[in-house]
């Protein structure tokens, strides 16, 4: 489903020309949930971006159900909520949704349907009419992940969904997004919080100053270095 | 941004409420504020976006407010200058011209007036107020009867010019002792005008002058006789020379100057 | 792809909309056409052409202001809130994107400059009894101009903070206006300089065509050849401006 190969992403500041993503190869397969995990600064929020297109690869190719990442053709068949989401203060929720299901060329029917219901789904069905001005950061995460999915994507790109919640917000997102795995969604999620991967991902990979540095699946990564993630994930960072 | 534009009324109320309110209110100096800076007429016209008509009607509304507000020095400094700024930014404004024709001589500025009216006659040539004003102002303040005529001649041509206008060329043309040419216009006038009052006093003048011409006439001979000249007409009828001394229908007497032998008319 | 670009156009429509400058800028334009009816009174009778020239003008400059302050801020503004993820992520083309923003603007431009119009108009006909036809080619040719100065800021905004986009427009505005004394000042030149000026008149854009603000108070209406003229380079030097301005936005990163 999503392919990226030899990916390559270096910015400029300053006139030093820094490495933000170094040479990163990964495969998430059909109904997989991935997490890529690695310390503030790794450069997952880059990654992210890159497979979103809003950023553009130096070097290396990324493609999406086989399409090239930023095309016209693989953003429909994405669904992408980022960091702190934000939506323009002048619109109400239902509104936000309109908006983006007009993005996408839905048509007013079929929109208005899915958006009832998804608004259910993320608990926010009271909030229909209220001004996004409004909202807490809770409700603005549980939006953009509504927002995320109103085109019934085939890949899911979440950057840190579980940022900034409490107890309770954190509890209904895992569950929502366990929901969706079963349903076979295949879903590619960064986080700096270690306990949510492990109940929820199929496959991980650490990453650290641009490079994967650990790869595979929870348990087997538990079961191979004998320790705990965390123990796993802070011994790798010290050690890279 | 709303409260800027009622600063902004409220600043124009207040400036026309100083300029219009007696000076020993605030004492004898608070005109000095109000004098206008006018830009140079190119600095003006690019900052205008162009719109240069607008400038040219702020500044007409500042020359109004500045004469209508009285002046401490005893003469309107900045008035002829503002005079041609608003006739710089709008060329066609006559109304503007008209009026600095009006008052800049008789604030003092008659030579302004007349270049002013001369930029008009350019900018608005197929207007007859504009040579009709510039001869006032040659006729009345600088008593140039010759400037004066020409310019009514000219306006004369416009259309829509009072049939008065060309009668006026030949009063100034006789003002200015230019006699013959006087009558050529009296006689224009007198057979080309629809006018009936017009042709009727072009006709008296007419008469007028060749009376004049004929009084002179007997003046050439009575020298040529006598070898000096009559001290009063009187003298040609005596001298049997001519008749009787005739009566102008504009009713003039006739006077004569014995040093020269020029008849012209008494001022009573 | 329609759908998506009036999806957009529309947001940024409303989105402008909410923003309080505008309707500061909307009720301090209605204010000065009324002042100008106060300025009308004292002028020695010249009342028509005071409300005409006054109400034009303040048109401008009001409808300008929307274009440098808010033109100039569209796309920064998604950037800083961060709103423009949300777009770009979707199925949404660079050129819809940029296009869209620009395509809300004018709208609310033409809003904006309509109820101006309109309130010139009544004042206008309440106190002259007639309004000259003139007068509305020249408020539909200061919609124009502002059209093109916001592709302008647009532009200028793609790759520059929104304040040098302000700024850069401005000069542009007044370079525009000043463009018959450049090409004077350039038949005087040496040839050299000749050649630079007169670069400069054709490169920048020639505000002074739109301006029909100054025939009103003579009631010229322009002939119709005169308006084909207007509107082909307004369409052209604005497509020119769009082109150019898209191409800078496409190579932008978020």
């Known amino acids: 489903m999503l392919v990226i190969r030899n990916l390559t992403k270096q910015f400029y500041q300053r006139n030093e020309e820094i490495t933000v993503v170094d040479n990163l190869s990964l495969t998430v397969k059909k109904g997989q949930v991935f997490g890529l995990i690695g310390p503030n600064g790794a450069g997952k929020t880059t990654t992210v971006k890159l497979i979103s297109g809003l950023l553009f690869p130096g070097k290396g190719k990324i493609t999406i159900g086989g399409f090239p990442a930023g095309s016209l053709e693989a953003k429909r068949k994405i669904g992408f909520m980022n960091e702190n989401p934000q939506f323009y203060y002048h619109l109400k929720a239902r509104e936000v949704l309109e908006f983006v299901a007009d993005l996408f060329e839905i048509e007013k029917a079929v929109a208005t349907k899915k958006i009832d219901v998804l608004l259910k789904e993320v608990g926010l069905k009271e909030a229909k009419e209220l001004a996004v001005r409004k909202f807490s950061k809770g409700m603005h995460q549980r939006l953009a992940f509504a927002v995320a999915q109103i085109n019934n994507p085939e890949l899911l790109i979440l950057d840190e969904p579980l940022d900034g919640l409490d107890p309770l917000g954190r509890l209904d997102f895992k569950q929502m997004i366990l929901k969706l795995k079963k349903s076979g969604a295949t879903i590619f999620f960064s986080t700096h919080i270690l306990s949510d991967v492990e109940e929820i991902c199929d496959e991980v990979a650490i990453l650290h100053k641009g490079k994967i540095i650990a790869q595979g699946s929870p348990k087997d990564l538990v079961k191979s270095s004998k320790q705990s993630l965390e123990e796993l994930f802070v011994r790798s960072i010290r050690n890279a | ?268 | ?254």
């Open chain 2, 1 to 268: 941004m709303v409260f800027l534009g009622l600063s902004f009324v409220a600043q124009i109320n207040y400036d026309s409420w100083r300029r219009y309110s007696p000076p020993k209110l605030l004492g004898v100096d608070y005109n000095v504020y109000i004098e206008p800076q006018p830009l140079s007429p190119s600095l003006a016209k690019a900052v205008s976006f162009g719109s240069t008509e607008f400038l040219a009607d702020y500044y007409w509304l500042t020359l109004i407010q500045y004469y209508g507000g009285g002046t401490p020095y005893g003469k309107y400094r900045k008035l002829a200058e503002l005079f041609s700024l608003v006739t710089d930014l709008s060329p066609k404004f006559q109304q503007a011209y008209q009026t600095g024709l009006i008052i800049l001589p008789g604030e003092g500025f008659p030579d302004q007036a007349i270049t002013l009216g001369e930029k008009g006659k350019k900018n608005l040539p197929d207007s007859w107020e504009m040579p009709y004003y510039t001869g006032l102002v040659h006729h009345i303040y600088k008593k140039d009867y010759v400037s004066a005529a020409k310019e009514f001649q000219i306006a004369a041509t416009k259309k829509d010019a009072p049939p008065i206008t060309q009668y006026f060329a030949g009063i100034y043309y006789k003002e200015a002792d230019q006699r013959q040419l006087a009558y050529q216009i009296f006689k224009t006038v007198h057979d080309t005008t629809k006018d009936d009052f017009v042709r009727e006093r072009s006709g008296k003048q007419m008469v007028h002058l060749e009376m004049t011409f004929f009084l002179e006439d007997a003046v050439a001979k009575y020298h040529q006789r006598f070898g000096r000249y009559p001290s009063i007409l009187q003298e040609l009828v005596f001298k049997q020379i001519i008749k009787e001394v005739p009566i102008s229908p504009l009713g003039i007497n006739f006077v004569i100057d014995p040093q020269n032998g020029k008849v012209s008319e008494s001022r009573k």
């Open chain 3, 1 to 254: 792809m329609r759908k998506v670009l009036w999806a957009i156009t529309l947001n940024t429509f409303r989105e402008t909309l909410r923003d309080k400058l505008l309707y500061s800028l909307v009720g301090f334009a209605v204010l000065v056409i009324a002042a100008s009816l106060l300025a009308g009174s004292v002028s020695l009778g010249q009342d028509a052409r005071v409300i005409q020239d006054f109400s034009l003008t303040a048109m401008l400059v009001f409808l300008l202001i929307i274009t440098y302050f808010i033109g100039t801020q569209l796309v920064f503004k998604e950037v800083e809130r961060k709103t423009i993820y949300l777009v770009l992520s979707k199925p949404v083309s660079r050129e819809t994107f940029y296009l869209g923003k620009f395509l809300g603007l004018c709208l609310t431009i033409l809003v904006a400059g309509l109820i101006m119009a309109v309130m010139f108009v009544i004042v206008l006909f309440a106190k002259t009894h007639s309004v000259p036809t003139a007068a509305y080619f020249a408020a539909g040719a200061v919609i124009l101009e502002a059209w093109l100065l916001t592709a302008v800021s647009l532009l200028f905004s793609s790759f520059t903070s929104p304040l040098s986009s302000a700024i850069y427009t401005f000069g542009v505005t007044l370079i525009g206006h000043g463009s018959a004394t450049v090409w004077l000042l350039s038949q005087k030149a040496s040839p050299v300089i000749r050649g630079i000026l007169e670069g400069v008149y054709y490169l920048f854009p020639n505000l002074e065509k739109f301006n029909l603000r100054n025939d009103v108070v003579f009631n010229l209406t322009p002939s119709a050849s005169q308006v084909g003229l207007i509107l082909l380079y307004f369409a052209s030097y604005t497509v020119f401006l769009l082109i150019l301005g898209v191409a800078v936005f496409r190579k932008d990163e978020f």
